[in-house]
């Protein structure tokens, strides 16, 4: 017998679970996950009492991010916490301050010539939107020739790039996002880690689903979505049709067309969502029998660009009674990641720069957890597919079927993506239906 829900999610990743918590407010909720368990790449795993996060998972400007708005919003706030200061370790074996978060910690920081540092700062704070915008399709490495910018500020801005934008590649990285994103780090802070770590998130959004009455289904593949006179009808599991007024599907893009008939779109679109390039990478984690350094805030290295920290320096509920978690990633091309070899390289490489300025590592791990992603962020945030360029939360032609996510436009880069996204997407889906 089938059931007839106001919305069906599909995928129980932080996105589907975010906005199944904002729609359980204002109807009958289903989530479908195909795993048997929750978070996708956000998903947290357990070994020996550690708490590991699938790899570094920071939030950008934690309690003012879309993410902290609605949890806020849904009266399940949780605490976010504010790292300390954050390092940079150069390619000299050098280790100073990084500058990021307000203006004063940027300019006190050595990396950064004080004069050309400032003048751009005070410039990208006064900058309106549509300023940023004209720089959207403009490179870093172009813009870094046109504007003259010095070496010692091309690397800062690599570095900020590398973490914040996830693109370490100025050749295509945009130099519009950068400067939006570093406006806001100006204007409301930086980086924050979740009290407890990302169960904590999914634990808020979960309880707001079952206390509203939605149902949380794993093990549930959507094998189709099930479009009538361009209407979303309903979508097939176990051949079996579930009803729905409406279908929101949170997987990355690119795999939509495994569930959804290309056909019903415009080329244009599928074209768009199978050609999307994700952000790659290498993670490394390690659980160690005890802290081996103070630092709580992020790492940031030089070469090869990567970044890191120790989410049990920030919340100690992560790792079992005084030991330690460190967590690195190391951002990379797609292509690379899915070529044994040139992977394995580049996880080397990457390795032996962690241990050589934390060569303590070595003589405390429990465990090691090394992981090989082809899909870190379901899109690569660069001048091809910045936020304006990406697909939107609706597909032409096709009523009552949503799209959110990682990999559609929203602003910011990473996770933040899946948050903004979610939340315009619930907007229209209200608008249509309140
Ligand atoms: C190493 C790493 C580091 C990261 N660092 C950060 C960070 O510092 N800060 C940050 O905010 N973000 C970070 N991210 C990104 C963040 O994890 C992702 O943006 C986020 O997890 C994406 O969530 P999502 O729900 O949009 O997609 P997903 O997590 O991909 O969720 C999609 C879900 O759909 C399910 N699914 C797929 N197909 C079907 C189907 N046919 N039927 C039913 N279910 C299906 C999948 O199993 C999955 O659970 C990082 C990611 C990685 C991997």
């Known amino acids: 017998m089938s059931k007839k829900y106001n919305y069906i999610i599909i995928g129980g990743g932080i996105s589907g679970l975010h906005i199944g918590a904002l729609l359980s407010q204002h109807g009958k909720v289903l989530i479908l996950e195909k795993l048997s368990f929750l978070g996708g790449r956000a998903r947290v795993s357990i070994i020996d009492g550690f708490k590991l996060d ?19 919003e849904i009266n399940k706030s949780i605490d976010f916490i504010k790292p300390g200061k954050s390092w940079a370790f150069l390619k000299n074996g050098e280790k100073m301050l990084f500058p990021t978060g307000g203006l004063v910690t940027i300019i006190r920081s050595k990396m950064v010539s004080f004069i050309e540092t400032i003048k751009l700062l005070i410039k990208i704070r006064k900058m309106e939107p549509n300023e940023f915008y004209d720089l959207y399709d403009i490179s870093l490495e172009d813009w870094f020739k046109k504007e003259n910018i010095s070496p010692r500020t091309q690397k800062f801005l690599l570095m900020t790039s590398s973490a914040m934008q996830v693109n370490p590649f100025p050749e295509r990285s945009s130099v519009g996002e950068l400067m939006h994103n570093i406006k806001r780090v100006l204007e409301i802070g930086s980086v924050y880690y979740p009290s407890g770590g990302w169960n904590s998130i999914f634990s808020k959004f979960i309880d707001k689903i079952r206390e509203n009455g939605g149902e949380i289904r794993l093990n549930s593949e959507v094998e189709k979505i099930i479009v009538e006179d361009n209407i979303c009808k309903a979508v097939e599991v176990d051949g079996d049709k579930i009803f729905s007024d409406h279908v929101i599907s949170t997987i990355p893009v690119q795999n939509l067309f495994t569930i959804l008939n290309e056909n019903l779109c415009d080329k244009e679109f599928v074209e768009k969502c199978k050609e999307l390039r994700p952000t790659a990478g ?50 990379a091309n797609v292509e690379d990641i899915k070529d044994k070899n040139k992977a394995e390289e580049l996880y080397k490489e990457f390795r032996q720069t962690i241990i050589n300025f934390f060569p303590e590592i070595e003589n405390h791990i429990l465990h090691e957890r090394l992981i090989f992603l082809d899909m870190v962020d379901g899109v690569e945030v660069n001048i091809n597919q910045h936020q304006f360029k990406r697909p939107g939360n609706r597909i032409k032609g096709i009523n009552n079927l949503w799209l959110a996510g990682d990999s559609v436009g929203g602003e910011g880069a990473g996770g933040d993506i899946g948050h903004t996204s979610v939340r315009e997407c619930c907007k229209h889906i209200l608008e249509r239906t309140e």
């Not at 790899?55 to 309690?63: A, E, L, M, N």
């Not at 390690?286 to 070469?303: R, T």
């Open 54 to 72: 699938f790899g570094p998972h920071p939030i950008r400007f934690g309690p003012e991010s879309a993410l902290g708005t609605s949890l806020l």
């Open 282 to 331: 290498v993670s490394i984690d390690f659980c160690l029998d005890k802290a081996i350094s103070d630092i709580d805030g992020l790492v940031f290295f030089e070469e090869p660009l990567s970044f890191g920290f120790i989410p049990s320096n920030l919340s100690k509920e992560v790792a079992p009674k005084g030991k330690s978690l460190m967590t690195f990633l190391r951002v």
